[in-house]
């Protein structure tokens, strides 16, 4: 099946910080999505993004589908950004999401 | 809110015994996804419905079922519980662009089981 490797797997920031966050994928994919898990548990939506650049307030999102990666930006970043950030892909032959490992992102006040 | 909702948010039991998890996706959404998420598994796909049929199967144990209702509300059974089946159970629902592109999956809070 479809491999998803993400890096770095932790990240510590200063409040205020920005950070580049990256998910590589090993087959050509129809779906790509970014979540973050919240401290609670939650999976939050942040971006559906199989290619192109979305943007949402400080978060922005660019898939290269040919390239086979994709990158989560996060400007300011603000303590309530932390949290486990995944990249869930999907091919056309599956349509099941495979996520990768997260990362783990702490930011200080 | 996703819209997704999932009951009960946790759940304490013994080994051996049998638990039911429930998932109602977002009003439209025909697809119904369960996941499961432990420490050393990561988030692993279980299996999926499309409409009350099965879809898909990932890595679903024996010991586990599911089922989607003609109201697209599904229900996993987990039976002969274990201590490594302790883990959070999620739920997602999409309206599938197509059959081989779900579009965006939209995840409940899930559900926490912690079997002693």
């Known amino acids: 099946g479809i491999q998803v490797e993400q890096s770095p797997p932790d990240l510590i920031l200063q409040e205020g910080a920005n950070s580049t966050l990256r998910c590589n994928f090993s087959?050509?994919?129809?779906?790509l999505q970014w979540f973050h898990q919240n401290p609670w548990g939650q999976l939050i939506n942040l971006f559906y993004?199989?290619?192109g650049t979305k943007q949402n307030g400080r978060l922005s999102a660019t898939t290269v589908a040919t390239e086979r990666y994709s990158l989560l930006y996060i400007s300011s970043s603000q303590t309530t950004d932390s949290g486990v950030y995944f990249c869930?892909?999907?091919?056309?032959?599956?349509?099941?999401?495979?996520f990768g490992k997260g990362i783990t992102l702490s930011v200080r006040p | 809110d996703s819209g997704v909702t999932q009951t009960p948010k946790h759940l304490i039991t013994a080994t051996g015994q049998r638990v039911t998890l429930r998932c109602s996706p977002r009003?439209?959404?025909?697809?119904v996804y369960w996941y499961q998420q432990s420490l050393d598994q990561g988030l692993q796909f279980l299996i999926q419905?499309?409409?009350?049929?099965?879809?898909a199967k990932g890595n679903i144990l024996e010991r586990f079922s599911a089922q989607q209702f003609p109201d697209l509300h599904s229900e996993l059974n987990l039976s002969s519980l274990e201590l490594g089946d302790s883990a959070l159970y999620f739920c997602?629902?999409?309206?599938?662009?197509?059959?081989?592109?779900?579009?965006?999956?939209?995840f409940g809070e899930g559900s926490r089981l912690t079997v002693l």
């Open positions: 419905y499309y409409n009350g049929e099965e879809r």
């Open positions: 009003s439209g959404d025909l697809s």
């Open positions: 993004i199989p290619s």
């Open positions: 869930a892909v999907a091919t056309g032959a599956n349509s099941k999401l495979t």
């Open positions: 087959d050509s994919v129809n779906n």
């Open positions: 997602a629902s999409s309206v599938d662009l197509t059959p081989a592109n779900t579009g965006e999956l939209f």
